[in-house]
T-cell receptor
Framework: AQSVTQPDIHITVSEGASLELRCNYS??????LFWYVQSPGQGLQLLLK??????LVQGIKGFEAEFKRSQSSFNLRKPSVHWSDAAEYFC?????????????FGGGTRVLVKP | GAVVSQHPSWVICKSGTSVKIECRSL??????MFWYRQFPKQSLMLMAT?????????EQGVEKDKFLINHASLTLSTLTVTSAHPEDSSFYIC?????????????FGDGTRLSIL
């Protein structure tokens, strides 16, 4: 069975500082991996995804993530956060035919940005 | 492109009533849609997979008679919470399988906040 763990429930970061959100997954085959962002009361917006190829993927809003198979990780990073980055971030695995196109989400990390 | 519309965005109703939530893919056809439930400050939990023209597949622990799903067309799936009670209050989110229309496997609606008094 596939699973996703986001070890950090909350992260507080100062505006302009760098941000890294951790994600560890369990999956029987080569995973499809995703990072989504959710603002309060809103749906999910895809930040970036990894299917194959280059293990460092670039996304929207200046985010990037690195797939490390040996560590079963897919950590999200941003060099300099903006106040508008305050939101809930979800890592997800699946979304391919082998998984029935289902996505399994991690528990989420809430990011607070200090002025 | 690949827009999913969910309606209503917020509904408040009395205990015992039934509530219908619609999920529409506006610019693509979706043979498969997914329904999630999200409690405050928690992650999304898949409730069921909705397949056009056939019965929905429910995840373990989800009452199919409580949460009725209908996917009668390639652009519309509905979730009806029957005889809703306060414990059904939650944020419900749908997503549509783009089926290769875009490079994302699922496109999400903006969610429906359901409050049962």
């Amino acid at each position: 069975a596939q699973s996703v763990t986001q070890p950090d429930i909350h992260i507080t970061v100062s505006e302009g500082a760098s941000l890294e959100l951790r994600c560890n997954y369990s999956y029987g085959a080569t995973p499809y991996l995703f990072w989504y962002v959710q603002s309060p009361g809103q749906g999910l917006q895809l930040l970036l995804k990894y299917f194959s190829g280059d293990t460092l993927v670039q996304g929207i809003k200046g985010f990037e993530a690195e797939f490390k198979r040996s560590q079963s990780s897919f950590n999200l990073r941003k060099p300099s956060v903006h106040w508008s980055d305050a939101a809930e971030y979800f890592c997800a695995v699946g979304g391919n035919k082998a998984a029935g196109n289902k996505l399994t989400f991690g528990g989420g990390t809430r990011v607070l940005v200090k002025p | 492109g690949a827009v999913v519309s969910q309606h209503p965005s917020w509904v408040i109703c009395k205990s015992g009533t039934s509530v219908k939530i619609e999920c529409r893919s506006l610019d693509f056809q979706a043979t498969t849609m997914f329904w999630y439930r999200q409690f405050p400050k928690q992650s999304l939990m898949l409730m069921a997979t909705s397949n056009e023209g056939s019965k929905a597949t429910y995840e373990q622990g989800v009452e199919k008679d409580k949460f009725l799903i209908n996917h009668a067309s390639l652009t519309l799936s509905t979730l009806t919470v029957t005889s809703a009670h306060p414990e059904d209050s939650s944020f419900y989110i749908c997503s549509a399988d783009s089926g290769g229309y875009s490079n994302q496997p699922q496109h999400f609606g903006d969610g429906t906040r359901l409050s049962i008094l």
